[in-house]
């Protein structure tokens, strides 16, 4: 089976601009979770899709938007950049919405100057 | 809400020793834990997983936990250590509940560092 996959692995970026993240889930998985994970702090929780619908969300700004697709494949936009984005971004890919068996990707490294 | 702590930033440990890297949480309800590890550029590793039965929790690469309700701890450990182990862990908590909905909430990690 294959794993979870994320794309870009880095990404650099000005102030302002707008980004897309992409994630791949694992094979059989249809919910996707998406975390920040800033220079020296734990991952936080940015929202979770399940079967194509926002399931949750954490403490974020609307600028931070998704999408997963019908093949269960994700996306992570953020609006209007600013450097406090500057972050490792995690994909987690799981069968249902728990977090007993959750898969992580290795992540794309965001930076915004 | 949840909060995890997790009370040493490093820990230095020399190789073959034992090491225990501290975690508590808090909650109101009942809750699953969680051990990651996450090795230079990588993402999160499982290392272990509470969810229920038996409190002493045996993981990958040796490690093992201890879930302690009363002292609100999940502390690692491992009796020997290898270089390879050099990393970052983590320390997460999801809640149980049947909402369908559960995030996990991490700890701000600990770096282990074993040397020879």
């Known amino acids: 089976e294959t794993g979870v996959t994320q794309s870009p692995t880095h990404l650099i970026k000005t102030r302002g601009q707008q980004v897309t993240l992409r994630c791949s889930s694992q094979s059989g998985h249809n919910t996707v979770s998406w975390y920040q994970q800033a220079l020296g702090q734990g991952p936080q929780f940015i929202f979770q899709?399940?079967?194509?619908?926002?399931?949750g969300r954490g403490n974020f700004p609307p600028r931070f938007s998704g999408l997963q697709f019908p093949n269960y494949s994700s996306e992570l936009n953020v609006n209007a950049l600013e450097l406090d984005d500057s972050a490792l971004y995690l994909c987690a890919s799981s069968q249902g919405r728990g977090n007993e068996k959750l898969f992580f990707g290795s992540g794309t490294q965001l930076s915004v100057l | 809400a949840q909060s995890v702590t997790q009370l040493d930033s490093q820990v230095p440990v020399f190789e073959e020793a034992p090491v225990e890297l501290r975690c508590n949480y808090s909650s109101s309800v009942s809750v699953y834990l969680f051990w990651y590890v996450q090795y230079p550029n990588q993402g999160l590793q499982l290392l272990l997983k509470?969810?229920?039965?038996?409190?002493l929790v045996k993981g990958i690469n040796g490690f093992e936990a201890e879930f302690n309700k009363s002292q609100t701890s999940f502390h690692l450990r491992k009796p020997s250590v290898h270089i390879s182990d050099t990393a970052e862990y983590f320390c997460?908590?999801?809640?149980?509940?049947?909402?369908?909905?559960?995030?996990?909430?991490f700890g701000t990690g600990t770096r282990l560092l074993v040397s020879p």
């Open positions: 899709y399940y079967r194509e619908e926002e399931n």
């Open positions: 997460a908590v999801s809640d149980r509940g049947n909402t369908g909905f559960q995030k996990l909430v």
């Open positions: 509470y969810l229920s039965g038996s409190t």
